[in-house]
């Protein structure tokens, strides 16, 4: 069983991606997802947090930018990240969690999955 993200890349100031999270060898439907992302030489942030329920959580850095969504007929979450500013640059990653968001913006420990990243860089 794992996580796998994708959608990371280069985008320009003000310009969009959507970052994807799909699961294997298990049903996301049940878990809350959290993103976070980590900038060089910076710790770990959470940013969003979805729950079983489909209610998403975002902290404000990225609230009203960042859109969080489940699609459960393809086992994935999806990050729809618009307006992209250069301090978004980061590598990414999904973390799949038993306890719910509780209304934060990244669910509790520990995680049962972790992916392995996507790196996402905003730069004209």
């Known amino acids: 069983a794992q996580v796998v993200e994708s959608g990371g890349g280069l985008a320009k100031p003000g310009g969009s991606l959507r970052l994807s999270c799909a699961a294997s060898?298990?049903?996301?439907?049940?878990?809350?997802i959290g993103w976070f992302r980590q900038a060089p030489g910076k710790e770990r942030e959470g940013i969003s947090c979805?729950?079983?329920?489909?209610?998403?959580y975002y902290a404000d850095s990225v609230k009203d930018r960042f859109t969080f969504s489940r699609d459960s007929a393809k086992n994935t979450v999806y990050l729809q990240m618009d307006n992209l500013v250069p301090e978004d640059t980061a590598l990414y990653y999904c973390?799949?969690?038993?306890?719910?968001?509780?209304?934060?913006?990244?669910?509790?420990?520990?995680?049962?999955?972790w992916g392995q990243g996507t790196q996402v860089t905003v730069s004209s």
């Open positions: 979805i729950s079983s329920d489909g209610n998403a």
């Open positions: 973390a799949v969690s038993l306890f719910d968001c509780s209304g934060n913006y990244y669910p509790p420990a520990p995680y049962d999955y």
């Open positions: 060898g298990f049903t996301l439907d049940y878990y809350a």
